[in-house]
């Protein structure tokens, strides 16, 4: 069975600043999906960027890039310039397929003004 | 276009009561995913539909928690004689397809307190 890891509960900056999410995970699998998902305080959920194991270019959507590191099992998000609206849970997840989703316990991500 | 939704979006219940969760996902998407959300932890799987046909039900706790989605649209999470430890916030997603990969969009959720 695959699990993912987040090991940082609760995280903190300055607006501006840039933050690091860890994440690592555990799978057999050799094709597979990877996320970030944030969670707001409305509790919905949203895609923030996606990595697809057998690219081995590093996603990135504006501010937002991943470190991918597919021998480790290793996926950290990277925020630059944090703003205030990042304020959220952030969840690493796994996907095999176009099946079920399984995510990380999340990282509590605070932004200070 | 409307994104996911779900009803309610909160609900109370007496331990021993049924309840039903309902959730519309986007227009045409063939795929809809029910997954559990305790309080300060990720979402676990619950259920997957492809259409109206429930292809995985493994992450169903107990058989007091059952899904439908007679008509490959609207579903229905129900669970039967609640039990505290039921209470969490229940997520519905769906996606297009199924076939590769597609993006799983999620509704807001419906929070259930078990007293």
């Known amino acids: 069975a695959q699990t993912v890891t987040q090991s940082q509960p609760e995280m903190s900056v300055q607006e501006a600043e840039t933050v690091t999410l860890s994440c690592t995970y555990d799978t057999s699998e050799n094709n597979y999906y990877l996320f970030w998902y944030k969670q707001p305080p409305s509790r919905q959920m949203i895609l923030v960027i996606r990595?697809?194991?057998?690219?081995?270019q590093n996603a990135t959507e504006n501010r937002f890039s991943v470190n991918f590191q597919k021998a480790a099992k290793s996926f950290s998000l990277k925020i630059s310039d944090s703003q205030l609206g990042d304020t959220a849970m952030y969840f690493c997840a796994f996907m095999k397929g176009a099946q079920k989703l399984v995510f990380g316990q999340g990282t509590r991500l605070t932004i200070n003004p | 276009g409307a994104g996911v939704s779900q009803s309610p979006r909160y609900k109370v219940a007496k331990r021993g009561q049924d309840v039903a969760l309902r959730c519309d996902p986007i227009s045409g998407h063939v795929s809809l995913f029910w997954y559990q959300q305790a309080l300060g932890q990720g979402p676990e799987f619950l259920t997957y539909?492809?259409?109206?046909?429930?292809?995985?039900k493994s992450g169903l706790p107990s058989d007091r928690f059952f899904a439908e989605r007679p008509e490959g649209s609207v579903s229905t999470l129900k669970i039967q004689r609640t039990q505290q430890e039921d209470s969490a916030v229940y997520l519905c997603a769906s996606s297009r397809a199924w076939l590769s990969y597609n993006e799983q969009f999620f509704g807001p959720g419906t929070r259930l307190t078990v007293l």
């Open positions: 539909f492809q259409n109206e046909a429930q292809l995985d």
């Open positions: 990595q697809e194991a057998y690219k081995q």
